[in-house]
């Protein structure tokens, strides 16, 4: 079957403090890293070699997944000495690939959560004899995204940056991340410097008259780039929204954790996961939210929609809606934090200190 590569380079600045101490796809979502969930349907779909192109906190990948034996997986590992974009990454690991000129290559974005029929990419692509098959998705407003039209055979026509005016939205269809190349299409990307695949080679293979092949498929797909985005598809995976074989646990209102404690009088729901570790006090509410491994919410508080860090502690009565709570960050009580706001890795807020919401 394929093998494939997965691009987990990113420094995941969008999705910061999570990200301070941690790689973004090892940010666990649904009580396990991110990258598990990818990994576990690339295997479910008859993936069995998958190389890793690395870069930020390269050194985090390997101790957790070894050689990929536990997935049913051959896991290799390639590190960046300097960052080298979405092309630069796939020529640089084109080495370790054992696949011929002329047979399939799956490539997966490592911040992608997608319910993509990878087995319909791939004959998609054999049938259609394409240089390289790309997943497209539907979006309802796509200004934020790069559009790639397609002609009446699915074949693409153009890539077109992030449109600003009604005009230039010609279709609904955005690149969702996901592709399948010709093992031969990698080893003309240029090697030792910078390549995006989405500025330079795709649209550099296009105007060199080669076949890129489009498969809408507009199953559950999010990019989780943010960290709204990030709790929402924790929540979505929990729930059983977002399909995956790698959820540790039944599909429900809430994910529990071994190790965890939650006191009976407290409440979850919407897909909260609570991590290894974590206590969850009496009277409090968590609702949509992510608790990672030894966070503590203390009675009577409530989080909503949120992301408590490792070792994190949230104070009694203290209200959080929509933020993001860095490791072993503490606020204490009778807080009230809103509408997007980040406490940064180990700081400390003290008893009513914060009553306004942020942005920033």
């Given amino acids: 079957m394929t093998e494939a590569i997965l691009l987990v380079g990113g420094k995941g600045t969008r999705l910061r403090p999570l990200t301070v101490h941690t790689p973004k796809p090892m940010v666990p979502a649904a009580g396990v890293p991110f990258l598990t969930h990818q990994l ?9 070699h998958v190389v890793m192109a690395t870069s930020y906190l390269a050194e985090v990948f390997e101790p957790y997944f070894g050689d990929g034996s536990d997935l049913g997986l051959h896991l290799e590992y390639v590190t960046e ?22 047979e399939p290559v ?57 449109p600003q005016t009604p005009e230039e939205i010609v279709t609904d269809q955005i690149n969702a991340g996901a592709y399948v190349f010709q093992r031969s299409v990698i080893d003309t990307i240029p090697h030792d410097r910078p390549v995006s695949v989405e500025r330079e080679t795709f649209p550099g293979l296009l105007a060199d008259g080669a076949h890129l092949q489009g ?5 559950y797909w999010l990019d989780l ?26 599909r429900g209102a809430c994910l529990v954790l071994d190790g965890a404690t939650v006191a009976e009088d407290a409440k979850l729901s919407g897909g909260t996961a609570v991590g290894a570790g974590a206590v969850v006090g009496t009277g409090a509410r968590v609702e949509g939210s992510t608790l990672l ?47 997007g706001i980040r406490i940064w890795c180990g700081a400390r807020i003290g008893a009513g200190a914060v009553r306004f919401s942020s942005d920033q």
């Fill in 40 to 48: 576990a349907r690339a295997r479910a779909a008859g993936v069995e």
């Fill in 81 to 102: 000495e300097e960052p080298l974009g979405t092309g630069g990454a796939l020529r640089n690991v084109a080495s370790r690939l054992t696949s011929g000129p002329d």
């Fill in 106 to 162: 799956l490539v997966f974005n490592g911040d992608i959560l997608t319910g993509l029929d990878i087995r319909a990419l791939v004959r998609t692509h054999a049938d259609t004899g394409a240089d390289v098959s790309l997943h497209l998705t539907r979006v309802a407003d796509p200004r934020a995204f790069g559009l790639v039209p397609t002609d009446d055979d699915g074949r693409v026509t153009a890539f077109l940056e992030k």
């Fill in 215 to 219: 498969m809408v498929d507009s199953t």
């Fill in 225 to 250: 780039g943010t960290p709204q985005a990030f709790v929402r598809g924790s929540a979505d995976l929990v729930l059983g929204h977002a399909p995956s074989p790698a959820v540790p646990g039944r």
């Fill in 293 to 339: 491994d030894d966070a503590v919410v203390e009675p009577d508080a409530v989080v909503r929609d949120s992301l408590i860090g490792a070792g994190a502690r949230i104070g009694a009565r203290t209200v959080l809606d929509g933020a993001v709570i860095g490791d072993r960050a503490e606020v204490g009580p009778d807080n009230e934090l809103r509408d």
